[in-house]
T-cell receptor, first 112, second 111 residues
């Protein structure tokens, strides 16, 4: 039974570029949440997707957007990258919006 | 507002018990979680407790919840070198989908 998978594992971008991160949920899960974890901090909630719609959003600007596909996988897009966007981006999946979330290994993004 | 606080560091001797403490502010918290993060890795769910429970035990792990004081603790019995990691306390309110995390407690094990 595959857990949550994310790609790529690492990414280097320059300021102003755009990036797309991908997540496949754990088998049987239909909800995907995205978190940003800056160095030395706990994860911060970005948004959650359920039934292909954004259901709840944290305190992140519109440069952060996402998508959920019919197979429940999800993408996180970040436009106009800033140095401060450098972080570990974690995807979590659950069965339903309010159920226990299981995390993937993350994508480490470095913005130069 | 929503906030979760943890101490930053804990050092214990191998074989001793480790106790990691956490306080939270959201009185509507429904689920409280403990996640473990090893270097360069994602978060591993260790255990969780529902807000109407006082205690939950799972093998070497014991979670204690004092809802009145909004205090949560994680006890790891017979701490081993493989327990070295950062431990995150987290909570979720009844009406929310998002999980609010603390800043993590780095547990180090000395021989």
């Amino acid at each position: 039974d595959a857990g949550v998978t994310q790609s790529p594992t690492h990414l280097i971008k320059t300021r102003g570029q755009q990036v797309t991160l991908r997540c496949s949920p754990k088998s049987g899960h239909d909800t995907v949440s995205w978190y940003q974890q800056a160095l030395g901090q706990g994860p911060q909630f970005i948004f959650q997707y359920y039934e292909e719609e954004e259901r709840q959003r944290g305190n992140f600007p519109d440069r952060f957007s996402g998508h959920q596909f019919p197979n429940y996988s999800s993408e996180l897009n970040v436009n106009a990258l800033l140095l401060g966007d450098s972080a570990l981006y974690l995807c979590a999946s659950s069965w339903g919006q309010k159920e226990t979330q299981y995390f993937g290994p993350g994508t480490r993004l470095l913005v130069l | 507002g929503e906030d979760v606080e943890q101490s930053l560091f804990l050092s214990v001797r191998e074989g001793d018990s480790s106790v990691i403490n956490c306080t939270y502010t959201d009185s509507s918290s429904t689920y409280l979680y403990w996640y473990k993060q090893e270097p360069g890795a994602g978060l591993q769910l260790l255990t969780y407790i529902f807000s109407n429970m006082d205690m939950k035990q799972d093998q070497r792990l014991t979670v204690l919840l004092n809802k009145k004081d909004k205090h949560l603790s994680l006890r790891i019995a017979d701490t081993q070198t493989g327990d070295s990691a950062i431990y995150f306390c987290a909570e979720r309110g009844s009406s929310a989908s998002k999980i609010i995390f603390g800043s993590g407690t780095r547990l180090s094990i000395r021989p």
